[in-house]
């Protein structure tokens, strides 16, 4: 028996095993608690790197939007609830294609959405913008990107030698004061 859905014609009973067998797959998913946070994540987190449009930005190696979404239900279907993109990721079609995916495949209380940015250009530090603003406009962007109000974890991609840590704090600070970030974190950096 075939059935036709979305112009692909699937074997009914091949798709329903297939879906059985992501179901049973899910429910040995482990969990548990990132930190001392109130996040329940998968043990796995989908690094999102990869994803995003070829011609525009660092990587000529990621994936379309299509195969993304592919890759992203998939990993939804094994009980992945833990994503991690950057607004640098492809000059931001990394957060736009895992955004539309996510909210396309899932309820906004079921995953984690983690998203990076990096420190100030030269061209901001010369036009005299500030760290905290620095975050406050890569923070909206990336809202704006992934389609969505508020990020489970906002990082720091990297150390920033150009702006003091009180000023990244502090902006990090105003960013879950203002709802738009749960939790806040820094990543390759010295642990010391």
Same mark, same amino acid.
């Given at each position: 028996?075939?059935?036709?859905?979305?112009?692909?014609? @699937?074997?009914?009973?091949?798709?329903?095993?297939?879906?059985?067998?992501?179901?049973?797959?899910? !429910?040995?998913?482990?969990?548990? !608690? #990132?930190?001392?946070?109130?996040?329940?994540?998968?043990?796995?987190?989908?690094?999102? %790197?990869?994803?995003?449009?070829?011609?525009?930005?660092?990587?000529?190696?990621? @994936?379309?939007? $299509?195969?993304?979404?592919?890759?992203?239900?998939?990993? #939804?279907?094994?009980?992945?609830?833990?994503?991690?993109?950057?607004?640098?990721?492809?000059?931001?079609?990394?957060?736009?294609?895992?955004? !539309? &995916?996510?909210?396309?495949?899932?309820?906004?209380?079921?995953?984690?959405?983690?998203? !990076?940015?990096?420190?100030?250009?030269?061209?901001?530090?010369? &036009?005299?913008?500030?760290?905290?603003?620095?975050?406050?406009?890569?923070?909206?962007?990336?809202?704006?990107?992934?389609? /969505?109000?508020?990020?489970?974890?906002?990082?720091?991609? /990297?150390?920033?030698?150009?702006?003091? %840590?009180?000023?990244? %704090?502090?902006?990090?600070?105003?960013?879950?004061? &203002?709802?738009?970030?749960?939790?806040?974190?820094?990543?390759?950096?010295? $642990?010391?």
């Amino acid at each position: 028996m075939t059935l036709c859905q979305d112009g692909v014609t @699937v074997n009914v009973l091949t798709r329903c095993q297939n879906i059985f067998v992501s179901q049973e797959r899910a !429910k040995r998913m482990k969990y548990a !608690k #990132l930190g001392k946070s109130d996040l329940t994540v998968s043990r796995i987190c989908m690094g999102c %790197m990869g994803f995003g449009n070829a011609a525009s930005g660092q990587h000529s190696w990621t @994936v379309d939007e $299509a195969q993304t979404r592919e890759i992203i239900r998939r990993g #939804l279907d094994l009980g992945i609830n833990f994503y991690d993109t950057a607004i640098v990721y492809q000059n931001g079609t990394s957060e736009q294609y895992v955004g !539309k &995916a996510l909210r396309d495949f899932a309820k906004r209380d079921d995953y984690v959405i983690a998203t !990076k940015f990096t420190p100030r250009t030269q061209d901001e530090i010369d &036009a005299g913008v500030s760290g905290q603003k620095h975050i406050e406009n890569y923070l909206n962007q990336s809202l704006k990107n992934l389609g /969505m109000d508020y990020v489970d974890l906002y990082i720091c991609h /990297m150390w920033d030698y150009h702006t003091p %840590m009180e000023e990244i %704090m502090e902006g990090l600070h105003n960013a879950v004061k &203002a709802g738009k970030a749960r939790y806040i974190g820094i990543s390759n950096c010295f $642990a010391w």
